[in-house]
């Protein structure tokens, strides 16, 4: 078993570029280091969970670990080696407003598929399949933005899954919704996580946090401050940051 393939709390992953490591990442804008991280391990299996109060810097850490961005230093690498075309068709990735093309539910899902290179022949049964998944069969053919927040959200996660990512960044992917549409998509997101999918997920909620995570990065101020096991972590936060930020006190 290579390093970090298997993390003690998950299923293992799919297809092995996992670990990621970044190393001496940075990135400024208008003359502030807005990420600035020594070290982060991020092993295979489990839900890997990116918390911290706002602006501390998850979302531009996702994007760059997913590829959007590029740092102004520093470097990742997957399993050891530089993301490449190979590395990338391996990751997908949710955004907090789902992102949707002017076409029915459907062919929403089919193009995802077809960019993504999948023989057309097997398209028409994995579309069937990501709807069914998402509870979305009966509105296949209904235009994908008139669906519900949460039916657009859950759409934009099957679609995700579809393309069968080892890698799955979630960026507040429930940030919108109210109780029922986020318990639909936590669901899915624990069921991606026990097939074996590495989910990687910033939230800013700390029941999500505790009822998905099994590990937390806390970043304040684009520093990784913590990066432990999620009980750990809840019971027993190492800084100041982290157990102001439980404790529900504001985190400046
Ligand atoms: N392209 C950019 N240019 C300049 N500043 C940026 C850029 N992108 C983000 N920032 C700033 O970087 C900081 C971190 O932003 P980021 O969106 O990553 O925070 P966050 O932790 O996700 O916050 P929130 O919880 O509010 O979504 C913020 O102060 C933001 O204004």
Do not use: C
């Not at 995802?112 to 579309?127: D, F, M, Q, S």
Request: hydrophobic residues 45%.
């Amino acid at each position: 078993m290579r390093d970090g393939q298997i993390y003690a709390g998950g299923a293992p992953a799919l297809p092995g570029i996992l670990p990621l490591l970044a190393e001496g990442l940075v990135f400024q804008a208008g003359g502030r280091r807005l990420i600035d991280i020594e070290r982060l391990r991020i092993a295979a299996g489990g839900t890997t969970i990116v918390l911290g109060p706002n602006g501390a810097g998850k979302s531009l850490l996702l994007r760059l670990l997913h590829g959007l961005i590029a740092p102004d230093a520093g470097r990742l690498a997957w399993a050891g080696r530089p993301a490449d075309a190979a590395t990338r068709k391996l990751q997908a990735m949710v955004f907090q407003r789902p992102v949707l093309l002017r076409r029915s539910v459907a062919a929403n899902i089919d193009y995802a598929l077809k960019a993504h290179g999948e023989p057309r022949a097997e398209r028409a049964a994995r579309v069937a399949q990501a709807l069914e998944h998402g509870g979305l069969a009966g509105m296949a053919r209904q235009p994908a933005r008139t669906l519900s927040g949460g039916e657009q959200q859950r759409l934009a996660l099957v679609r995700a899954l579809a393309v069968e990512p080892a890698v799955l960044f979630l960026d507040e992917p429930t940030a919108s919704l109210d109780p029922a549409a986020t318990a639909a998509i936590e669901r899915l997101v624990s069921e991606a996580a026990r097939n074996g999918t590495k989910i990687i997920m910033v939230t800013h909620d700390i029941g999500q946090a505790r009822r998905l995570g099994d590990e937390v990065v806390f970043l304040h101020r684009g520093r990784v401050v913590e990066h432990s096991d999620a009980t750990a972590f809840f019971q027993d936060p190492g800084s100041r940051e982290a157990r102001a930020f439980i404790a529900g006190e504001l985190v400046l």
